[in-house]
């Protein structure tokens, strides 16, 4: 199944590529007896190929809209296939993990042909609701559930951020730079060994500080903590993969004239100038697709992987820094994306990989 997807690096056009996924389909048949949950709802009226509407459900992770990351991503996801579409919509944000399994219960039984659980910490209650209802669709980001009507929506996060790094590492002044993690899962971990992989590829000498961890999406004030005590350890980049916690990076660098590394959606705007590039992780596009598989009929469960080469992830435009970074370094980082893609780097996900990665460079 071909799959187009727009991503920016510099001026760079996305690329289309084929992105595989395994499993079958079941009914779209949906569940009577709606729930009374306060959910929030939009309601267009165009029907489905079925000849009703297509009712999508979405349960937001915490740190919920607003985020100008993670969550508000798979929301213009949502809004594109409303304006496409014409699909009803049902959310729900939820404030904290206990919420998440009976957040999606009540979708499936307000009767959404499809409920999309937007975020790893929502693997366990997925696992837990999916199998109940086997008439329903799910999808959830991030995380991997093998069941028939779950599909797991994936990235590689890691090649996103070794582009990141890479570009960190040709711009800092004071050759070294900081990373802001949210909580300290496997997830974000492939952020930082991504990251910090393209650091050392584009120079050995530059040092990443010791990682800082929120240990909360949520926190704007922890996360600007976090940035400053790197900013004050000599850091004048830093990088966060903390939703909406990494908006308080971002203001950290605002006010200390430094720059920040944005992640998910294109946060270049939220502090014009100071956000040297964000690290775009297209979950817009991932919803988009998945919906629109629906409505034609085409939905299998199984994994989707959303890699640099199908332009799942990569780099922001850098609109408002790109002229500070200059052609020649931009130009850098799109051969060593063209290397990724290739397959001539394979960028680590985790610390031990990321640790191998370092010892052979090293030899070289």
Request: aromatic residues 8%.
């Amino acid at each position: 199944m071909q799959i187009r997807m727009t991503t920016w690096f510099g001026a760079m056009v996305a690329l289309v590529a084929v992105v595989g996924c395994a499993g079958q389909s079941n009914s779209n048949s949906a569940i009577d007896n709606p729930a009374s949950r306060d959910f929030t709802s939009s309601r267009p009226g165009a029907k489905n190929a079925t000849g009703k509407q297509l009712l999508v459900g979405v349960v937001f992770d915490s740190g919920g809209l607003g985020d100008k990351s993670f969550n508000d991503s798979a929301w213009a996801g949502v809004q594109r296939c409303i304006k496409e579409f014409g699909i009803e919509e049902k959310h729900v944000e939820s404030k904290s993990e206990k919420d998440f399994e009976p957040n999606l219960t009540a979708m499936a039984d307000a009767g959404c042909d499809i409920v999309f659980a937007i975020g790893i910490t929502q693997q366990k209650a997925l696992e837990a609701v999916a199998p109940k209802y086997p008439n329903v669709k799910f999808a959830i980001v991030d995380a991997t559930v093998a069941a028939p009507n779950v599909r797991s929506l994936l990235f590689t996060e890691q090649e996103g951020s070794f582009l990141a790094g890479y570009l960190a590492a040709l711009t800092t002044k004071t050759k070294k730079l900081g990373f802001v993690g949210g909580m300290e899962i496997p997830l974000i971990k492939k952020f930082q060994a991504g990251y910090e992989a393209g650091v050392k590829t584009a120079n050995p000498e530059v040092e990443v500080l010791p990682a800082k961890y929120t240990g909360s999406w949520d926190s704007q004030d922890k996360g600007k903590v976090s940035a400053n005590i790197l900013f004050s350890s000599g850091a004048d980049i830093v990088y966060h993969a903390a939703g909406r916690a990494g908006l308080g990076v971002i203001a950290a660098a605002k006010e200390q004239g430094k720059f920040a590394i944005g992640v998910d959606s294109d946060q270049d705007e939220v502090e014009k100038g100071f956000v040297l590039t964000s690290m775009i992780k297209r979950v817009d596009e991932a919803v988009y697709q998945t919906v629109s598989d629906l409505s034609a009929g085409k939905f299998a469960s199984g994994n989707k992987v959303y890699d640099l080469k199908a332009g799942g992830v990569g780099l922001s435009e850098m609109k408002f820094t790109k002229d500070k970074i200059g052609k020649e370094t931009l130009d850098k980082v799109k051969e060593v994306s063209a290397k990724i893609i290739k397959g001539e780097i394979k960028v680590p996900t985790n610390p031990e990989e990321l640790t191998k990665y370092i010892e052979k460079l090293s030899k070289k």
